[in-house]
Each structure stands twice: as structure tokens, then as C-alpha cells.
């Protein structure tokens, strides 16, 4: 028995060093953690169940056959992060640079099952060559299966990826597939087909940083909700992240205890919005103010900066929010807006996460590159996405919310639970010099009647009264009171629930 227990200690020793120390110093060399590193950081200590460990390669070709490496390049289990469950893996760039073989696949795979089986996230932090080379299209049907896992998990379980090396070719759709993806600055970069396929195929010369680099997708393409300095810092801020998040579909939003009166009166919230409708203000300052303890989470700070989208808590229960930023481009909407906050929706809609809409938004940037860029179909994205939503929603208008741009932002119409205006709000088709030019083109040469038809419109509609004299806005409130305002609307809508109309599934615009 003692000699077994020894032999078990000797390839555990043996698959905890992977590809060996000299691999495991040249991944430090680079700044990064290895696996193991990673996951003791990522989970509580104490907490990972290893599965897996001993697992091989079975490939024959290119001497595969002589060589043999536990675990193949991919560490796997489960554990808790601050005591809740989550279901990991990380490949092991030490172990054939991480490349994804058949059985690497089949051990993420059955990580995947697992957490659906038995309702929680999977977190996987990827560090990989891409396909395994010397197993060809086993290694492509292994990427397939997880791709296919990853499909079926979507709205089941949250699925984080988190890039921290290479993540190349076809394997690049494994994160895509999933609800966020982070990246490391400087040490990971995503592409399809990297620099040295461009210089050949279309003459651009870039480095793989430019190509595929943090910045780029938190910047540019928008595929990374992300970025932070190192994996110490990636792995704490994951950590920060899945507290926010619901275990499952069915588990409900965690709650957590606070230390933050839901009544909480901000004074310093009635002189927020400037007096000159044309001045900006910064709408992250009034979700700080309204959030639990300042705690806000946000997803995608680097794109698409005129909507702002992210998790905070109210009453200790996570609550997602959607802000028009009046500090960029007026916070119009366009299509890089509208797409950013319509699959944030549509993530806490699948985690019945509630959601408040904060609107000051002037409408729907106008210009030949958002039209030819598609604007009706992204703008469509968040209108399906608000509509179609069954989570609680309430919506605080605190300035303009003015034509499409109003239909789109959680209106009541389209579902919005409650729908609050403060004072200052200014509900209308357009603003009044808009307005004006348009009603009254005869009279624009005459400046005392054009102030005066600006006068009257501003009167008539630039106020929240209109739309409150309809019912469309439940109630005008004092900016000072909107915490305890919105914390008292969810916690009455805590048990909605509404009926569908049966269907297969919808026809998202995508
Ligand atoms: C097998 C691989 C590998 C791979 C790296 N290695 N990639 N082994 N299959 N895909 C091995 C190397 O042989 C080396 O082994 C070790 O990992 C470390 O690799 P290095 O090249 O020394 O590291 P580095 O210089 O940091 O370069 C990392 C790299 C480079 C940029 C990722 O290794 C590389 O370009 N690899 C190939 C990438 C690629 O083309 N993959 C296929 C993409 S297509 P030793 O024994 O020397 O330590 C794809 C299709 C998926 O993935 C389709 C899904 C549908």
C-alpha cells in the first residue's frame, strides 16, 4: 500500500511539473504564471479538485509515441471563489505549448458538462499554440466538440474566458463563444490568421501585439470585454467579476450583505446635470452615487465609451446597468453602442439579472458611415434585445431622451417595469432648434419669432410632463432620492414574471 501511495506521490510530482522546469522558468521569463499558478491564484485556497491529471495523448505520428506528458498541456477541476462553486481549466503552455490534442478536448469537454450538470460558471484561461499540429483533424473535431459544449452551455452557465497567451486560429472561437473574455496586456493576442499569413496573402506588415493584442480588441474590435496588466491582476479582477455573477440560469442574482442605507439621500445628485442642456456631465459619477458601497464592475470601459454597461449591486443584489455617456459624442447612440449594450442585455436577461437603464441620449448619430456601417441593424440589436428581455427593468431618464433613441432606451412600451424622469428630463421627438427648423422654415429669417417658436417648444415638450401627463413615466422624481427610488422598484419587482407567446426561438438581427 505504502509502495502504491509513493508511486501516486512520485506522478503527481511528476504531472504537477509539466513540461519541465526549464519551460516552466521560460513562461516566467515572459512575466506570465504557469497553469497551476494561475488556478491557486484564481480559486480559494485550498478549494481545487484536480480531474484528469494523468491523462495522455494517444497520437502515433512525428514520434508523438516516445513522448508522453501528464495531464496534456491542459489543468482541469473545479473549486470555489469565495466560497461559490466554479467549474476550470487553464492550458499549460509548458506541455506542447498548450496545443489543443483530442484528449485535451475531451477533458475541457467533460469541465463543460460538469458545470452544466450541476449549475456553475466555467472559467478557462486560455494559453495556447491553437490546434494540436502532429494530430490533424482530431485536434480539429476536438475544437469542434468544445465550440459545440460551448453553444450548448450559452445561457445555461456563465462562461468567462481569459486569455493569457497565444490564442490563435480556428481556437480563437472557443472564447468567442463564451459570455466575456478578458486579456493580458502585452502577453496574449487573438487572431485567425497571424502576421507572417498577412505579409504573405495581403502585403500588411504588423506585429502580432497590433494584429490581435489587448488593445486592439478592447479598442477596436470590441471581441475582448477587457484588459488588465498581468495575470496577477487579470486573475483578482475574475475573482471581483464572478461575484456579481448568478451561479446558473436557474439560480437567481447572488445577494451578498451590504452596509449601504437603500434609502441614502445624495444631494450633490440635484446639481448633476448641468443647467445648459448642450454641457456635458459624467453619467459614471451618478452610478457610483447610486451603487452599493461605489462598487461598479464595468464591462467594455474601452469601447464604444458614449454607452456605459457594467454590474453594481442595490440592496446586495447584483443589478446591471446601461448608460447613455453624455461625456462622449453627446452620448448618441450608434452602432458600436448599440451592439456593446444589446449583449449586455441579453447576458443578464439569460441570468435574470435586473436591469437599470440611466438615458440622457440625444439620438441616433447621424452620418453616411453609420448608415453604410449598418446602424438600422445594430440599433435593431438593442431594441430586441431591451424588448425581448423578461428581467426586471427600470429606467431613470435623467435628461434627453429624444426620438429613436427614446423608443429604444427601456421605455415603457417596450417593456420597461417602471420608468422614472427626473426634473430635468427633456422627453421628445427632437430638440427644439431641430424642431423649429423644421415646423417653422418660413420664419426662420426672423430671429424674434424663431426664439419665440424655440420658446414655445421648449415649454411644451422639453419637460418630463408630457410623457407623465400619459403615464409613460410613472413618476418625476428628485434626483437626490433615485437610490432609494430604484432599489424599492426592484425589490418590488423582485417576483415578476411575465408570459411569452410560444416560439422555437427569435430572429435576433444579427
Ligand atoms: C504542437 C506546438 C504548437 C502546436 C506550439 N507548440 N504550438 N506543438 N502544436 N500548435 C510547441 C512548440 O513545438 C514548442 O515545443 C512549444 O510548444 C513552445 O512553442 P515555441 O514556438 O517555442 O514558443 P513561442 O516562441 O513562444 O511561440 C509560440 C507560438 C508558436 C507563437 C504559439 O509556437 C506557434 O506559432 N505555434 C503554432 C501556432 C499555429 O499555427 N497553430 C495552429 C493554428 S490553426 P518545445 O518542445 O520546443 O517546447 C488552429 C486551427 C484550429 O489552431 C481550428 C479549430 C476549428
Same mark, same amino acid.
Given at each position: 500500500?505504502?509502495?502504491?501511495?509513493?508511486?501516486?506521490?512520485?506522478?503527481?510530482?511528476?504531472?504537477?511539473?509539466?513540461? @519541465?522546469?526549464?519551460?516552466?522558468? /521560460?513562461?516566467?521569463? /515572459?512575466?506570465?504564471?504557469?497553469?497551476?499558478?494561475?488556478?491557486? #491564484?484564481?480559486?480559494?485556497?485550498?478549494?481545487?479538485?484536480?480531474?484528469?491529471?494523468?491523462?495522455?495523448?494517444?497520437?502515433?505520428?512525428?514520434?508523438?509515441?516516445?513522448?508522453?506528458?501528464?495531464?496534456?498541456?491542459?489543468?482541469?477541476?473545479?473549486?470555489?471563489? *469565495?466560497?461559490?462553486?466554479?467549474?476550470?481549466?487553464?492550458?499549460?503552455?509548458?506541455? =506542447?505549448?498548450?496545443?489543443?490534442?483530442?484528449?485535451?478536448?475531451?477533458?475541457?469537454?467533460?469541465?463543460?458538462?460538469?458545470?452544466?450538470?450541476?449549475?456553475?460558471?466555467?472559467?478557462?484561461?486560455?494559453?495556447?499554440? @491553437?490546434?494540436?499540429?502532429?494530430?490533424?483533424?482530431?485536434?480539429?473535431?476536438?475544437?469542434?466538440?468544445?465550440?459545440?459544449?460551448?453553444?450548448?452551455?450559452?445561457?445555461?452557465?456563465?462562461?468567462?474566458?481569459? !486569455?493569457?497567451? %497565444?490564442?490563435?486560429?480556428?481556437?480563437?472561437?472557443?472564447?468567442?463563444?463564451?459570455?466575456?473574455?478578458?486579456?493580458?496586456?502585452?502577453?496574449? &493576442?487573438?487572431?485567425?490568421?497571424?502576421?507572417?499569413?498577412?505579409?504573405?496573402?495581403?502585403?500588411?506588415? $504588423?506585429?502580432?501585439?497590433?494584429?490581435?493584442?489587448?488593445?486592439?480588441?478592447?479598442?477596436?474590435?470590441?471581441?475582448?470585454? @477587457?484588459?488588465?496588466?498581468?495575470?496577477?491582476?487579470?486573475?483578482?479582477?475574475?475573482?471581483?467579476?464572478?461575484?456579481?455573477?448568478?451561479?446558473?440560469?436557474?439560480?437567481?442574482?447572488?445577494?451578498?450583505?451590504?452596509?449601504?442605507?437603500?434609502?441614502?439621500?445624495?444631494?450633490?445628485?440635484?446639481?448633476?446635470?448641468?443647467?445648459?442642456?448642450?454641457?456635458?456631465?459624467?453619467?459614471?459619477?451618478?452610478?457610483?452615487?447610486?451603487?452599493?458601497?461605489?462598487?461598479?464592475?464595468?464591462?467594455? %470601459?474601452?469601447?464604444?465609451?458614449?454607452? !456605459?454597461?457594467?454590474?453594481?449591486?442595490?440592496?446586495?443584489?447584483?443589478?446591471?446597468?446601461?448608460?447613455?455617456? %453624455?461625456?462622449? #459624442?453627446?452620448?448618441?447612440?450608434?452602432?458600436?453602442?448599440?451592439? /456593446?449594450?444589446?449583449?449586455?442585455?441579453?447576458?443578464?436577461?439569460?441570468?435574470?439579472?435586473? !436591469?437599470?437603464?440611466?438615458?440622457?441620449?440625444?439620438?441616433?448619430?447621424?452620418?453616411?458611415?453609420?448608415?453604410?456601417?449598418? $446602424? !438600422?441593424?445594430?440599433?435593431?440589436?438593442?431594441? =430586441?434585445?431591451?424588448?425581448?428581455?423578461? $428581467?426586471?427593468?427600470?429606467?431613470?431618464?435623467?435628461?434627453?431622451?429624444?426620438?429613436?433613441? &427614446?423608443?429604444?432606451?427601456?421605455?415603457?412600451?417596450?417593456?420597461?417595469?417602471? *420608468? &422614472?424622469?427626473?426634473?430635468?428630463?427633456?422627453?421628445?421627438?427632437?430638440?427644439?432648434? @431641430?424642431?423649429?427648423?423644421?415646423?417653422?422654415?418660413?420664419?426662420?429669417?426672423?430671429?424674434?419669432?424663431?426664439?419665440?417658436?424655440?420658446?414655445?417648444?421648449?415649454?411644451?415638450?422639453?419637460?418630463?410632463?408630457?410623457?407623465?401627463?400619459?403615464?409613460?413615466?410613472?413618476?418625476?422624481?428628485?434626483?437626490?432620492?433615485?437610490?432609494?427610488?430604484?432599489?424599492?422598484?426592484?425589490?418590488?419587482?423582485?417576483?415578476?414574471?411575465?408570459?411569452? %407567446?410560444?416560439?422555437?426561438?427569435? *430572429?435576433?438581427?444579427?
Amino acid at each position: 500500500m505504502s509502495n502504491i501511495q509513493d508511486k501516486l506521490d512520485a506522478r503527481r510530482a511528476q504531472a504537477r511539473i509539466g513540461g @519541465g522546469q526549464d519551460r516552466i522558468d /521560460k513562461q516566467h521569463a /515572459k512575466g506570465k504564471l504557469t497553469a497551476r499558478e494561475r488556478l491557486e #491564484l484564481l480559486l480559494d485556497p485550498g478549494s481545487f479538485e484536480e480531474f484528469d491529471m494523468f491523462v495522455q495523448h494517444r497520437a502515433t505520428d512525428f514520434g508523438m509515441e516516445k513522448s508522453h506528458i501528464a495531464g496534456d498541456g491542459v489543468v482541469t477541476g473545479w473549486g470555489t471563489i *469565495n466560497g461559490r462553486k466554479v467549474f476550470v481549466f487553464a492550458q499549460d503552455f509548458t506541455v =506542447y505549448g498548450g496545443s489543443l490534442s483530442e484528449t485535451q478536448a475531451k477533458k475541457i469537454c467533460k469541465i463543460q458538462d460538469m458545470a452544466m450538470r450541476n449549475g456553475a460558471p466555467i472559467i478557462g484561461l486560455a494559453d495556447s499554440g @491553437g490546434a494540436r499540429i502532429q494530430e490533424g483533424v482530431a485536434s480539429l473535431a476536438g475544437y469542434t466538440d468544445v465550440f459545440k459544449n460551448n453553444i450548448r452551455a450559452s445561457g445555461v452557465v456563465p462562461q468567462i474566458s481569459v !486569455i493569457m497567451g %497565444p490564442s490563435a486560429g480556428g481556437a480563437v472561437y472557443s472564447p468567442a463563444l463564451t459570455d466575456f473574455i478578458f486579456m493580458v496586456r502585452d502577453s496574449s &493576442y487573438m487572431f485567425l490568421t497571424g502576421p507572417d499569413v498577412l505579409k504573405t496573402v495581403t502585403n500588411e506588415i $504588423v506585429t502580432a501585439e497590433e494584429l490581435g493584442g489587448a488593445k486592439t480588441h478592447t479598442t477596436k474590435s470590441s471581441v475582448a470585454d @477587457g484588459a488588465f496588466d498581468n495575470d496577477m491582476e487579470a486573475i483578482n479582477q475574475i475573482r471581483r467579476l464572478f461575484d456579481f455573477l448568478p451561479l446558473s440560469n436557474t439560480s437567481g442574482s447572488p445577494e451578498r450583505p451590504f452596509f449601504d442605507a437603500h434609502d441614502r439621500m445624495d444631494t450633490s445628485l440635484d446639481t448633476i446635470v448641468p443647467d445648459n442642456p448642450n454641457l456635458p456631465y459624467d453619467i459614471k459619477e451618478l452610478v457610483l452615487k447610486l451603487a452599493d458601497e461605489s462598487d461598479f464592475f464595468e464591462i467594455q %470601459p474601452e469601447f464604444a465609451k458614449n454607452i !456605459i454597461t457594467g454590474f453594481m449591486r442595490m440592496e446586495g443584489k447584483t443589478v446591471g446597468v446601461v448608460a447613455n455617456q %453624455p461625456l462622449v #459624442l453627446a452620448g448618441c447612440l450608434d452602432s458600436d453602442a448599440s451592439r /456593446k449594450a444589446a449583449r449586455f442585455v441579453r447576458f443578464c436577461d439569460c441570468f435574470s439579472i435586473p !436591469i437599470l437603464t440611466l438615458v440622457d441620449v440625444p439620438g441616433f448619430l447621424p452620418g453616411t458611415s453609420q448608415e453604410f456601417g449598418g $446602424v !438600422i441593424k445594430h440599433g435593431a440589436k438593442l431594441l =430586441y434585445a431591451y424588448g425581448e428581455a423578461s $428581467v426586471p427593468l427600470v429606467t431613470v431618464i435623467t435628461r434627453k431622451a429624444y426620438g429613436g433613441a &427614446y423608443c429604444v432606451m427601456a421605455p415603457k412600451h417596450l417593456g420597461g417595469d417602471i *420608468n &422614472y424622469a427626473w426634473p430635468s428630463a427633456q422627453i421628445a421627438v427632437m430638440g427644439a432648434k @431641430g424642431a423649429v427648423e423644421i415646423l417653422h422654415r418660413k420664419d426662420l429669417s426672423d430671429a424674434d419669432k424663431t426664439a419665440a417658436h424655440v420658446a414655445d417648444y421648449e415649454e411644451k415638450f422639453l419637460s418630463p410632463f408630457r410623457a407623465a401627463e400619459r403615464g409613460f413615466i410613472d413618476e418625476v422624481i428628485k434626483p437626490q432620492s433615485t437610490r432609494k427610488r430604484v432599489a424599492r422598484a426592484f425589490a418590488m419587482l423582485a417576483e415578476k414574471e411575465i408570459a411569452k %407567446p410560444w416560439k422555437k426561438h427569435g *430572429n435576433l438581427p444579427l
